[in-house]
């Protein structure tokens, strides 16, 4: 696979996803508390056009950024570890990423949809 600029759409989600599930990326001194959503759409589109920018040198055109489309009031526990495979996918191409807040932002939120995957809570702790 190729490694591309995911959709405004698909960034919006993960954002929603953060705001819904009260994850926030690790914050510097000096930040704010909380990060909004559209800091988070920012935030998550700049290690990605950091991504492609590195994979495909002098090839793509850094647009402006977004203008997020906030319609998501839900937000499925396996649509979201989907998404953000694959926007992980697309966002890991430079050496940067690894150290990155969009992708410690992942990490958390991957841990989170995990606990509201059905059954999750009522399974057991040890068996």
Same mark, same amino acid.
């Given at each position: ?20 599930? #009260? +994850? ?11 990060? /909004?959503?559209? =800091?988070? $759409?920012? !935030? *998550? ?13 002098? #090839? +793509? ?11 998501? /009031?839900?937000? =499925?526990? $396996?649509? !979201? *570890? ?34 509201? !995957? ?10």
């Amino acid at each position: 696979m190729s490694c591309y600029l995911v959709s405004d759409t698909h960034l919006s989600y993960l954002a929603s996803a953060a705001i819904w599930f #009260q +994850v926030q990326p690790e914050l510097t001194p000096g930040q704010p508390a909380v990060m /909004t959503g559209d =800091e988070i $759409v920012e !935030l *998550l589109e700049f290690e990605n056009l950091l991504s492609v920018g590195y994979r495909y040198p002098g #090839q +793509v055109a850094f647009p402006v950024l977004m203008a997020p489309t906030w319609t998501f /009031t839900n937000v =499925e526990p $396996v649509q !979201l *570890l989907k998404a953000i495979e694959c926007y992980e996918y697309q966002a890991c191409e430079h050496p940067e990423w690894d150290g990155s807040k969009a992708a410690a932002l992942c990490k958390a939120l991957k841990a989170t949809a995990i606990t509201k !995957l059905p059954g999750y809570s009522g399974a057991k702790w040890g068996l």
